[in-house]
Every structure is written in C-alpha cells, then in structure tokens.
C-alpha cells in the first residue's frame, strides 16, 4: 500500500495550488481545535515547506508539517492522531467494504502457508480463521511488520463487524476485534515456544517477554490505526477527528481524569518540577543584588587601571517561604492532592520547609511520610493506611479538621509561613470553622486555597469555599497542571 | 547572501549521508535537516539529555565538510559574549599611540574615533563569527533554554534575518545562510517568538532496531547478538519509573563496558554488576537490580 496524501498527478507549482491549501488550511484548524496552537506564520512556513518535500511521501509529509507547525513534545501525540484522521488514505480503493486486492499480500498469504490452499489470490478473506491465527502466531514469532500490518487489516474486517453509519465508538470495534484475536492466550503460546530454547536465566526470559509484549503492542496499534481509518471512511475525517480529540496533558482535569490521562498526567509531572525549580531558582536570584563586595571589586578594578568602574555585589541571601500544605484527601480530590503534594515536595529545595497534613475528618500531619519517599504513590498509600486521617465517617468535614488543626499546630504558624489548604471545600453541611482561617491568616504570611472544582460549581450544593475566601489571600482554581504551576510559580 | 544549489535531492538522500558519517537518523530527523537546508531556518532541538542533539550539529557540519561554530549557553551570557565586544585594550594603545604622535602635532579626535571604532578593533563572537564566515559553516548554539528570555531575544535578530547590527558599523548581513541548530533540555519553556522562527525536532530514545544499529555502527566489533542484548536490556530499564533513564550515550558506554570485559552473553549477574555505568542514581541502581532479578512475570 502506498501512502498518499494527496493525489499524485498533483504536482504543486510555485504559487502553491489552491486545493492544497484548502487542505493545509482544515488540517490547521483541525489542531487548533485539538488545543495546538498554530500561527499564521506557521501555516505558511507549512506550505512552503510542502513545496520542498515528495507529496507522495507520506511520512515526508507528515515530518514537514510537524516541524513547522509542532513546536512542543507534548502535542506531537495529538498531532499524529489528527494527521492519521485528517489525511487518512482516500480514494476508490479504500472504500468500506471494497478490500484491496493485493497481489504481495496473497503472495505472503500462500508463501507463509507453505501448500497453497486452493486459490491464493482470494488473500486473507479467503482464509480461515484458524489459519488466519497461527498466521497471526507466525508473524509474532519472526517480527514480520508488513505481515502483521496485512493481518490486522483482515482481523478488522473479519471480526469487528463494522457496518456504515453505525453510532458506535471506536473502542468498542477495538475491543471485539482485540478478543477475538486472543492475544494474551497467544503470548502464552509464544513464550512456551521460548521456553525450550533458552539456555536459562530469569533476564533472558523477561527480555523475551518484554519483545514479545512490544510486538504485540504493535499490533495493536495497527489495528487501531485500522479502525480508524475505517472509521473515516464511513463518516468523514471531521466527524471522526471530533471523536477522538484528546486534551493536551496539561489541560486534564484532575477531578475527570481516566486512568490512562492519570499516567499521563503522572508522566508531565517530573519535567514540570524540574522547569518549575529552574524558574523559582531564577526569579530568587535575579532582580535584588547583595550587599558590595569590595574584595571583588578591587580585583575587578585592576582591569582598568585601578578604577572602580564596576562594582561587584554579593549574591543576595535568598530568603525562602516556608510551606504548610493541609490537604483534602477524601475521595472526590484525592488525585488533585496527590498532585500538588508531589508537585510541592518535588520543589522541596526552593523552600526552606516543607510540612504536611491531610485530613477527611479527623487531621494528622504526614511529613514524615512524604520524606525522603522516591515513590510519591507508595507515600500516599501509606498515608491513607497509617495516618490517622478519619475521625467519625470517613466523610470530609472541614470545621473539625480544621478546629483540630489549630488546637494542635497552630502556634507553629509564623509570620514566614504560608499555608495552601487543598480541597473543594465541600462541607457535607457540617459547621465550616472558618475562624480557624481568620486566625491563621493573621498569624501566617499568607493563607492561600486551592480548589480542583470549576469556579462555576463554587458555593453550589454543600461546596462553602465562600466562607473560607474572605480570609484567604487568595483563592484560585486548580483544574489541571497549568492552572497548578500558574500557581506554584507565583509561590516561589 | 548567496543562494547556493540545493545540496540534497530528498530526505532520504540527507539519511544516506549522514550514515557515512556515522549518525543514524530516523525519518524525522532526516526531513527536518533536509527543510533546514531547503528553507534556510534554524532547527530547534529539544529531548532528553545523551540522545544525540549536540552530535547531530557536528554531524550535519561533517557530512557537508562546514566549520563548526559552537555557542555555549550559560545564565548570564550576553551580548559581549554571543555577538560581539570593542577590544578596548587595543583602543586604549590607540589613543595612547595618537597622543605621542599628536605630540609632533598631527591629526583630530575625529580620526582617531573613525579608528578604534572599525573592524580591526572589533572582536567577534560565535554569532558573528558565524554570520561573517566566509565558508560554509554550521552554528550551534547549545543548550538555549539556559539563557535568560531576555538574552534569548538578542538571538531573534539572528536567527530570522541572519545580521547583526552594530551601532558604530551599521548592519552586517550574512554572505550565506548557515545552518542553525540551537538544543535544549527543556528546562524552561523557550519563547514563542523563537519558537515560531525555527523548525521544531524532538528527538527522544531511539527505537530499539536503531539503538541496535547505532551500537553496532559505534561500537565497533560488538557482536550482533550482544548488541541486540544490550539494547533490550536499555529499554527494559527505561520503561521503570526512574529519576533518570538511561541515555544512548550511556548505551554505548555499557556496550563498551561489557566488550572490555570480554563478555559474550549478559546474564543477570552482570547485568547488575555493571549497572552504575547505565545509571547514575543510586536510588534507580537498586531499583533497577531488584526488577532484573525478579522473575520475569509481571
């Protein structure tokens, strides 16, 4: 199969033809739409770097467009999703139904088959499904790419049982087709076949697994990029690139995330404290000088003949904030605490003290927890079972933890303290102890709130975060990783 | 500025090339050089530190026999240090000449300005080193996200116009558009403006067939089958939860490793024996030594 993304008689002259443009311009606003944003100036190095590369060079193409139009590693995902939706392969021979007859594919067919088995040339159709699986089985053994691209094209045809204009997602014909297909029962199978083989060794036989798992990945992959392009071929690319928009990790709410979005989120985490500890770094030094340092500016001053052109000053003393975190831990905010505990922690060395403590409705402190872990997961873990978190129910209750949280460590809040309460302030109508902030925020150099919910939910329901704002210095929404490292950087 | 032909048909042709130098790209490295060089804009590489971003600038300078001109970046680099500087002490023997000489009586002050402030007093820096060559040559400018914003904007000029203007000369533009790559590891966001003049490459861990034939082609006289070992090995560490995955250049620093020590086949005794070449945290060693120790069910 060859890629084309554009027909191939369209050999595009110096002034750029207006169909490719056409095209050029729905493809950027298709990513502007997935949340990359791309700029007029961009567009147009787009094109003129279209003017450069084969147009019948899929990949050729797909690499200019992201060069000039991707400028970060976080959308490229993004960017391939809506390339593969929005130039999907067009044309008669793709059509639903109308299956590519391919002469190298029949040949593999009745090549890897050994007997031909009646007509080769009928391809995979003509295959049955047992054949189809040890051919599946065959491929996996030896690495065959283009065997196991021809395969998943025939397992999507055969076993996902996609009819046109049927209102179902995806991941359901994904799902059919993947159990059909029984790749768990098959990576059993694979590494039995292994087992003879090796000359022994826990190492070998996890690097065996571990290739056998990356190919069956592939696979996978493969199988979706399949339905996908079926999927387009039924509805059109705009319909499907709707569905299967996906936010940008930074722009994942905490309080909605899958578990998939979770381990993206868990992954961007790590970069975004060591860009955030540059920054905070950065911002301390710069601005404030210290006192003269007259050693340095004599020696400075010999250059130029004993002058003292230049005065030299003292790196100034950083003076850092010294952080309480009290968290919200129950249910409902769970991950969001998790994540700017972690966020916090990780940043532990831009502040001279780091303390924490969680609550749902009883309060207990867990810096001891937190320190020193590696795996932020595990503290947590450790803290939901060791720390004496819960008073009555288990079920938040803010004006307790709160009241408890003064009556224990209040006199350690200082005039360098600044507080960060977490949580969506959701009360269950208990008494909101607001008077606990009143004070602290007296004591403290800031109190600060941040709240995972929406600012439109504020105050609706049982959320009583408006009887806590007015004694905060600030109260601010929290939704995702951008709107936390807006924060935290302010925080510095 | 000349606009000299075309020195590459086609991305794969760039690929084809930068192999008999010894760098394999992939696809997308490959077409991004080939744009660079079509499109006369700077390349702007960005991944993990060790994947090989300095590498592909020298690379690319070899492949086309440029000269390298190599800015590093540092917090507190400015214009003195990226552009150019007056060489003062030479102008002060200027002044000191003209005033002995004045002594016999003989010319003005205007003279001597139109003196200390020309070329020959000038000392150039990279980016005008490289804006002024008169061969061929390739600037890097390296780990770019270490320079304040601020000094990032002395490179815009640069970068999309390719002159520098110096008040007392006037605009110097260049005889010939070089090649640009500026890296960075990403700790801080660049900004927009740079990033919308240049083309943008992330180049992250190489897949495992190009990790094997770049270990192959680096280490030379590895056997195929350790090689193939010792790449399975690298992305089964990377794919733990680590402060710091191994990189291709610490790849090939265990690749030699194990071929010093005459080593044919990695089991798990040697593996862990040798792990502190791979990883650098003490933290991710053990861990790393626990996980290959395990059975493999997971």
Known sequence: ?492 | MTDPAPRFASPAEVRRALREVDYLADDGIAGVVFLAERLGKPVLVEGPAGTGKTQLAKSVAEMTGARLIRLQCYEGLDESKALYEWNYKKQLLRIQAQRVAEDGGAGGWGDVEEDIFSEPFLLTRPLLEAIRAEDPVVLLVDEVDRVEVETEALLLEVLSDYQVSIPELGTVAARQVPLVFLTSNNTRELSEALKRRCLFLHIDYPELEREREIVSVRVPGIAEDLAEQVVRIVRSIRALDLKKAPSVSETLDWARTLLLLGIRHVDTETATGTLHVLLKYQSDIDRAAKELAAPAAR
């Open chain 1, 1 to 492: 199969m060859v890629g084309e993304v554009f027909p191939p008689d369209e050999t595009l002259p110096a002034g750029s033809s207006a169909g490719l443009l056409a095209t050029v311009a729905g493809f950027v606003a298709e990513l502007r739409s997935a949340g990359i944003p791309v700029s007029l100036t961009e567009n147009l190095d787009a094109v003129e770097a279209l003017r450069h590369v084969p147009l019948g060079d899929r990949d050729a193409v797909k690499y200019a467009m992201a060069a000039t139009m991707v400028k970060a590693d976080a959308h490229w995902k993004v960017f391939e999703t809506v390339f593969d939706v929005y130039f999907a392969y067009r044309g008669e021979q793709y059509r639903l139904g109308h299956e590519p007859e391919d002469d190298e594919e029949a040949q593999l067919v009745s090549g890897l088959l050994g007997v031909p088995e009646g007509d080769a040339g009928g391809g995979m159709e003509a295959l049955s499904a047992e054949q189809l699986a040890e051919m599946l089985y065959r491929a996996l053994r030896d690495g065959d790419r283009a065997l196991l691209a021809a395969i998943a094209r025939a397992a999507v045809a055969r076993y996902a049982g996609m009819e046109p204009g049927r209102p179902v997602g995806g991941t359901y014909y994904l799902y059919r087709t993947l159990r059909q297909l029984d790749l768990e029962a098959l990576l059993g199978r694979l590494l039995d076949a292994e087992g003879g083989v090796g000359e022994g060794g826990d190492l070998d036989e996890r690097l065996v697994r571990e290739e056998y798992e990356s190919r069956i990945d592939a696979l996978r992959k493969q199988v979706e990029a399949e339905i996908r392009r079926r999927l387009v071929a039924d509805r059109g690319a705009e319909a499907v690139a709707r569905t299967v928009r996906r936010p940008l990790p930074e722009d994942i709410e905490f309080m909605h995330a899958t578990r998939e979005e979770m381990v993206a989120l868990r992954r961007a985490i790590a970069p975004l404290t060591r860009k955030l500890a540059v920054r905070l770094a950065r911002k301390r030094r710069r601005g404030r000088r210290g006192p003269l340092d007259f050693r340095a500016t004599v020696r400075e001053s010999l250059s130029a003949g004993g002058v003292p052109i230049e005065p030299v000053f003292k790196p100034p003393r950083p003076s850092k904030p010294e952080i309480m975190v009290v968290a919200d831990i129950s249910g409902s905010v769970a991950a969001f605490a998790r994540f700017t505990l972690q966020l916090v922690y990780s940043l532990g060395s831009q502040f001279s003290r780091v303390r924490a403590w969680a609550f749902i409705d009883g309060i207990d402190e867990v810096t001891d927890y937190l320190k020193g872990a590696d795996d932020i997961g595990a503290a947590i873990h450790r803290i939901n079972t060791e720390a004496d978190v819960i008073w009555v129910d288990g079920h938040s209750d803010y004006g307790h933890a709160l009241e408890a949280f003064w009556d224990r460590w209040g006199r350690q809040v200082e005039g360098r303290t600044t507080v960060l309460l977490l949580g969506d302030a959701r009360n269950n109508y208990h008494a909101s102890g607001a008077w606990v902030l009143a004070e602290l925020a007296r004591r403290a150099r800031h109190v600060y709130w941040l709240d995972p919910e929406p600012r439109s939910y504020w105050d609706t329901g049982d959320s009583i975060i408006g009887h806590y704002a007015p004694h905060c210095d600030g109260v601010y929404e929290c939704r995702n990783l951008k709107q936390l490292e807006r924060f935290v950087e302010q925080l510095g």
